[in-house]
């Protein structure tokens, strides 16, 4: 049937959408741990390339839409998917975001916060990484709601970990002996960071929600 059709299809655009905001995390990543290292020119070229994938990631999300449009996956679920992509692509956003900081703004970071910094951007990525295996259980056609749950678990608890980790970040800033403008500057990218995070927790709620409706 032709709804099946659709929904193959859609399933397919959903799985490369969340893969593409990874890519864009993991150049993320890169640049994160470029800049820190100094090399600010390669720190360049990787944003350019968190750019370029952020953009890749709108076209298979625009993609997706359309294809719910036509009535891809059955009416009660259609929305779900929908919010689910929205709230990924929001997270490919708030790593350009970090580039676009970074590149644009150039903050000073002392070498004692170097190792902080690039461990809180790990921390995001792992937790962008659960919610990227929870996604791919909810999108095969049978899902796996208790691989699910236990991966949207580890989404919250590695949000948490992000969160006292930025807050004792925050707290070495401001007792450090930086001027006090400097270490606002840091703070904005020390906050940019975790959004990320934050962002992941946000798509793992809507998801949890969906999969609570599939589940008879």
């Known amino acids: 049937m032709l709804i099946f059709k659709k929904e193959k299809q859609s399933r397919k655009l959903v799985l490369e959408h969340i893969k593409k905001t990874q890519e864009c995390l993991l150049a993320t990543r890169d640049l994160v741990n470029e800049y820190t290292s100094g090399n600010v020119e390669s720190a360049t070229m990787t944003a350019r390339r968190i750019v370029e994938l952020e953009s890749e990631a709108d076209v298979l999300k625009r993609s997706a839409r359309e294809l719910l449009y036509t009535g891809a996956f059955l009416p009660q679920i259609r929305s779900d998917v929908y919010r689910l992509v929205e709230a990924v692509d929001s997270i490919a956003g708030k790593g350009e975001k970090v580039a676009n900081f970074i590149i644009n703004q150039s903050p000073e970071i002392l070498p004692e916060f170097n190792s902080a910094i690039t461990t809180l951007m790990d921390t995001c990525l792992e937790c962008y990484d659960e919610l990227f295996q929870a996604l791919k259980s909810y999108l095969k056609p ?63 709620d809507e998801l949890a929600f969906a999969a609570m409706k599939s589940i008879i």
């Open 142 to 204: 049978k899902g796996e709601f208790e691989k699910l749950q236990q991966r949207v678990s580890m989404v919250s608890e590695l949000e948490t970990r992000v969160d006292d980790q930025e807050a004792e970040l925050s707290k070495r800033i401001f007792g450090s002996s930086m001027e006090l403008a400097l270490k606002i500057h840091l703070r904005q990218l020390v906050r940019q960071v975790a959004n990320i995070a934050d962002a992941s927790e946000k798509a793992a």
